[in-house]
């Protein structure tokens, strides 16, 4: 069975959404790496989004982090390391299972990813605040669909 063909209009307008979702993307990992660096100059941006997602969740353990990042095992410890090193990350042995720590963001992770996204969620409220408020419920249905499986 051939799929129905589709106007040239709409292929030229999804092809423009994905060139817009790569800037997009590429936009991302630019803030990841910046807010890694305002952090401390040898924090890599992978080891900030694992220091923000400790921060979100508060307390949580290497494992969970590695699946919820769908990071390798020793990519996630070498950072862990290195946050706690830099008195960002603090661990301890898990109650119910010895073998795994808890991680937990100390008062100065918590007070700096909170100041950074802060700013980084100002930018971007300002943006959409800019736009008609039924732009933004499409946008927001939009994302919702591409980011569903």
Known sequence: ????????Q?????????????VLFGRARAIWKDSAQRIHPD???????????IVRLGETNAHILAQLLETDKSVLSRQVR???????VTSRVDERDGRAR????????????????????????????SRPTEDVRAFASMLRLISED
């Open 1 to 8: 069975m051939t799929a129905p063909a589709v106007p040239a």
């Open 10 to 22: 709409a292929e030229e307008a999804i092809e423009a959404v994905e060139v817009q979702l790569g």
């Open 43 to 53: 924090l890599q941006p992978v080891g900030y989004k694992i220091l923000g997602s």
């Open 82 to 88: 290195m946050l706690e090193e830099l008195g960002l």
């Open 102 to 129: 808890v991680l937990t963001p100390t008062p100065m992770a918590i007070d700096k990813v909170r100041t950074i996204r802060s700013s980084q969620q100002e930018r971007l409220r300002d943006l959409l605040r």
